[in-house]
């Protein structure tokens, strides 16, 4: 009995080593089944980028012209909606010019009447000078005609000045928008009277194609920025912050203040940015992006391919074997297209850019070069990174 015992132990035992080695073949056998993973690829190269930086800053209008009066009256006419583009040039509003009106003609009839006068002494002048020098008339008389000719050659002068004052304030009836842009909300209303005593705001325009982004580089930046640049006037380009959609304008950089904030140690400077569509108004903030030197080579990787855990940076590249294998990096200059690789990668790296959630080091992937249209160069075309000819 005890005997039969020991020879089911025995065969129990010899039961279970089969089947966990059966089922340890197995476990291999599954492993080494597992598929290589497709991932897509960039090669990386050393090479010559556009290094931007960027900046907090806010627009500003390039223009804003207060609209006021420079003659008193009656509003008349209004001839735009509040907010509207309006042109240089364009009227806006209308006085009442019927006091104007009347007197320029009063003062084109006192100029036809002192051309009649001037007509008369002119003719008796001529008819007494003769007399005169014949000795038939007293030189007395002559001389208090030229002297009434020459007073009514003065009065007619001044009759055409007092005409063109008084075109010149009838003008000023009708005000016209003094440059291109938007203008604000009217001051004031039809039937007001305007202008008595000082000039009154009737309404403001502001021109905000191309509108202005401030910003306020440190002075740490500025000699950077003063000691790299490769162009008289840097290009530069706008993004709207918080906005649901992003916002892009370009444009370039055209001022730079010779004073240094004493409270924050920066230095105020402006870019010109194109505004077309009027999509940013005065007063926006705004990220200002400062283009500084193209002609410098670095080894740059999209930052979102980049890992981080106890041990620092790292990403995964392809071995010639056609395997994942994590890759020690570190960084220096670091921006949202971008990062630069100090050390780590050399040129003719496989980074991997895709599945980057199932990548894990060792793993067999089928790779495909995407560095034509997902490396730096397709990355910094398709954001418009790559600036125009120096100017």
Not at 68 to 86: A, H, N, Q
Not at 138 to 154: M, N, S
Not at 284 to 298: A, P
């Given at each position: 009995m005890l005997k039969s015992s020991k020879i089911l132990n025995i065969f129990f035992l010899s039961s279970l080593l089969l089947f966990s080695a059966c089922s340890k073949e197995k476990t291999q056998k599954v492993k080494k089944e597992i598929p290589a993973l497709k991932v897509n690829i960039i090669k990386v190269k050393k090479e010559p980028v556009p290094i931007w930086k960027q900046f907090t800053g806010m627009t500003k209008a390039s223009s804003s012209q207060d609209v006021?009066?420079?003659?008193?009256?009656?509003?008349?006419?209004?001839?735009?909606?509040?907010?509207?583009?309006?042109k240089k040039g364009e009227k806006l509003f209308q006085i009442q010019k019927g006091e104007y009106l009347a007197s320029l003609n009063a003062a084109k009839a006192k100029k036809a009447q002192d051309e009649a006068s001037l007509a008369l002494a002119t003719a008796d002048?001529?008819?007494?000078?003769?007399?005169?020098?014949?000795?038939?008339?007293?030189?007395?008389?002559?001389?208090?005609?030229?002297?009434?000719?020459?007073?009514?050659?003065?009065?007619?002068?001044?009759?055409?000045?007092?005409?063109?004052?008084?075109?010149?304030?009838?003008s000023y009836t009708t005000i016209t928008a003094p440059i291109s842009g938007n203008a604000s909300a009217r001051r004031v209303d039809v039937g007001n009277l305007v202008g008595q005593g000082e000039s009154t705001l009737l309404t403001t325009i502001v021109k905000i194609d191309p509108i202005y982004a401030y910003f306020s580089p440190s002075q740490k930046d500025v000699r950077l920025f003063q000691k790299y640049r490769n162009k008289e006037r840097p290009d530069a380009f706008i993004s709207v912050a918080g906005s649901s959609q992003e916002i892009r304008l370009n444009g370039y950089v055209d001022f730079s203040n010779n004073i240094v904030d004493p409270l924050t140690s920066t230095i105020s400077m402006r870019a010109t940015i194109q505004n077309r569509e009027k999509k940013v108004l005065p007063?926006?903030?705004?990220?200002?992006?400062?283009?500084?030197?193209?002609?410098?080579?670095?080894?740059?990787?999209?930052?979102?391919?980049?890992?981080?855990?106890?041990?620092?940076?790292?990403?995964y590249i392809v071995d010639k074997n056609n395997t994942i294998k994590r890759a020690d990096i570190k960084t220096d200059y670091t921006s949202k297209y971008y990062v630069s690789i100090k050390e780590g990668l050399k040129d003719g790296d496989r980074v991997i850019i895709s599945a980057l959630v199932k990548l894990k080091e060792g793993r067999k992937v089928i790779p495909t070069d995407v560095t034509a249209t997902k490396g730096i160069q397709a990355i910094l075309k398709n954001n418009n990174l790559i600036p125009k000819a120096n100017n």
């Open positions: 006021k009066t420079r003659v008193s009256g009656v509003l008349e006419k209004i001839y735009f909606k509040d907010g509207e583009f309006v002048v001529n008819r007494y000078k003769p007399l005169v020098d014949e000795g038939l008339a007293p030189r007395a008389t002559l001389e208090q005609y030229q002297a009434q000719q020459a007073g009514l050659k003065a009065a007619i002068a001044g009759d055409s000045a007092e005409i063109n004052r008084a075109k010149l304030q009838l007063g926006t903030f705004v990220y200002v992006n400062l283009f500084i030197n193209d002609k410098y080579k670095f080894l740059m990787i999209p930052p979102e391919v980049i890992f981080n855990d106890q041990l620092g940076s790292f990403v």
